[in-house]
């Protein structure tokens, strides 16, 4: 995978004296996988440059992918001078976060309207087609992309690439969850231990380092980065290099290689070795895959590239027990903005009380003070089978975060004083929109490492089919009168298939697998109708080819680690008793057998 950067300036272009070496373009780096996938993340001013590149070296049409993290306009404002857009024949896929309101095409062309600038986005040459992204992961070509939402003033995505074997994640821009954060001290929980998990391992990390510890006390809200809390994450992350973007317009050349050279004397001995740096335009970075990376080419994961479909928000209903004037009235106008119904209670009590017959799609509730009462009634709600259905997200507005507590009691989010509109408006989007999304990824499992070299023990990942594997997806099959049945190996990014009946593909992603739950629950896992299952129903084997609606696995053990699954799958919703999952134990067991007997033969 080839990186190279077009733009790495913040907020507005910079060009200059000071600013010869970082450049002084606005955000735009451009990725080409070794097949010549072409795909460009974010669109500042750097796109212009890229844009004369490309035709320079073009021998025939262009094709290619854009994404968008979001639409400041840092981030926009090279597309009406990308040349590529002019040409017909040309090909291009735009991906942008999903809004509530205005759609990606119209915020787009809002740039472009008569009083701004004289062609229109619709008027240009090329082909381009429009897709709006959630959280979630889709395929384009040889190439993953996986989303998830940064925190930021505007709702914004962190795109993360796996191709060639190598992983590349770009998050800017982007703020601390916790503001404690900022200094690069301090334990990591919550939505910034899942940032944190979604750059894990990852060979490049280009990420928001607008501001210093010292410049972030007077920015707080602005929705960017530390040096220090990007450092901190990618450390975590167990990452191999950070590059820090998205740079202050007044940071001078010098300026950055200071903060470089400060990261280095503060970095100076750790262990696992990350290696920091700043990008600056023009600079090229060939990723190559690691030896320890996983050799298996990524073939045949799905038959046709899927994308998510972004969910509809029907009647968003927002309740609230808000007494601060002010974080009340920024809460009701960030609703407002987005047509949420805000319904309003007069404390944590009465709101907690009212919630079965409102139904709320999100709930807010300010601690105020020492307020050990309502934390205890809130535990106590939250806990109660007839309370709170678990899955509608909390946010606590206070003006300190107490974190602890709270979190272990489920909330959700936090909104600490004072918060912008804007800032109350991207929190309470990203939080409805990911529950709109009724997919969820597996947990990892506790014993991942020791579970993976007990798999990677039996020596028969990537090996051709096997009669004695056959024999038992036929079993079954035919048992259960199902069109589809695996023998699964959940790997540590991919199930792979050792035996498939009805289904023409070897793997797929573990982001996808069904036998991935199996596995972190360490039991049979029968979901009779994915469609009302709010952990499958948008999953994309669901939404795509094959098409699941039904599903029964039961895990195979190896001594005490789970490896995989038997199972079997319907493009019809059916239900099954115990009687049959018994049945699917025994054809567990006899997948146990085979592997073990086959390890010792091999041996
Ligand atoms: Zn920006
Ligand atoms: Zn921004």
Redesign the pocket.
């Known amino acids: 995978m080839r990186v190279r950067f077009w733009g790495t300036r913040?907020?507005l272009p910079k060009p200059g004296p000071d600013t010869l070496f970082y450049g002084g373009n606005?955000?735009c780096v451009e990725v080409q996988t070794t097949a010549g996938t072409l795909v460009i993340i974010d669109c500042g001013s750097g796109l212009h440059g890229l844009g004369q590149a490309l035709m320079t070296a073009r021998t025939t049409s262009l094709k290619g992918y854009i994404l968008i993290s979001h639409t400041?306009w840092?981030?926009i404002q090279g597309i009406p001078f990308f040349a590529p857009f002019f040409v017909s024949g040309n090909e291009w896929d735009i991906y942008a976060p999903k809004g509530i309101g205005q759609s990606v095409q119209d915020t787009l062309a809002g740039q472009m309207q008569y009083a701004h600038f004289p062609v229109s986005l619709d008027q240009m040459g090329a082909k381009i087609r429009y897709h709006e992204l959630i959280e979630g992961a889709f395929r384009i070509d040889d190439v993953t992309v996986k989303t998830r939402y940064l925190n930021h003033t505007a709702l914004t995505l962190g795109f993360r690439l796996e191709a060639d074997g190598t992983t590349m994640v770009y998050a800017?821009?982007h703020e601390p969850f916790s503001r404690r954060l900022a200094s690069g001290k301090g334990k990591i929980l919550g939505q910034d231990r899942q940032h944190c998990e979604f750059l894990a391992g990852a060979d490049l990390v280009i990420h928001d380092a607008h501001f210093t510890l010292n410049e972030y006390h007077s920015k707080i809200g602005w929705g960017h980065s530390t040096v220090e809390y990007a450092v901190a994450m990618c450390r975590a992350a167990g990452a191999r290099q950070l590059a820090l973007t998205?740079h202050a317009p007044l940071r001078t050349d010098d300026a950055i290689d200071q903060i470089v050279k400060n990261n280095l004397d503060d970095q100076r001995g750790m262990t696992p070795a990350l290696h920091v740096f700043a990008a600056a335009e023009g600079q090229v970075l060939e990723l190559k895959a690691s030896d320890e990376a996983s050799p298996s080419p990524r073939r045949a994961m799905s038959s046709e590239p899927w994308i998510l479909d972004a969910p509809a928000l029907v009647n968003p209903t927002l309740l609230m027990a808000v007494e601060d004037l002010v974080a009340a009235k920024t809460i009701r106008q960030a609703a407002q903005a987005d047509d949420i119904a805000v319904i309003e209670a007069g404390s944590v009590a009465e709101a907690l009380a009212t919630e079965q017959s409102v139904q709320p799609s999100l709930i807010i509730l300010e601690q105020r003070g020492d307020d050990a009462d309502a934390l205890e009634l809130f535990k106590k709600v939250r806990g109660t089978e007839e309370g709170l259905a678990d899955e509608i997200p909390i946010i606590i507005v206070a003006d300190d975060e107490n974190a602890l507590a709270w979190t272990k009691a489920g909330v959700t989010d936090w909104l600490i004083k004072p918060f912008s509109s804007a800032y109350a408006r991207t929190r309470i989007r990203a939080i409805l929109l990911r529950r709109a999304c009724r997919w969820e990824r597996a947990l990892m499992t506790a014993d991942e490492e020791q579970r993976l070299v007990a798999l990677h023990d039996l020596g028969i990942l990537d090996t051709p089919p096997e009669e004695r594997f056959d024999q038992i997806t036929r079993l079954a099959a035919a048992s259960f009168n199902a069109p589809m049945a695996l023998i699964s190996l959940v790997d540590r990014e991919r199930q792979w298939f050792k035996s498939t009946h009805g289904l023409d593909v070897t793997e797929t992603s573990r982001e996808t697998s069904f036998c991935a739950h199996a596995i972190s629950s360490r039991a049979a896992l029968v979901v009779s109708d994915t469609f009302q299952d709010s952990r499958f129903a948008d999953n994309p084997l669901v939404t795509h080819a094959p098409r699941i609606r039904f599903y029964a696995g039961f895990p195979i053990f190896i001594g005490a680690n789970c490896v995989g699954t038997v199972c079997v799958m319907d493009d019809k919703p059916r239900k099954i008793d115990t009687e049959a999952v018994g049945l699917l134990r025994d054809l567990a067991t006899l997948a146990e057998m085979e592997l073990c007997r086959r390890q010792r033969t091999n041996e």
């Open positions: 913040g907020s606005t955000s400041h840092d981030h800017s821009d998205h």
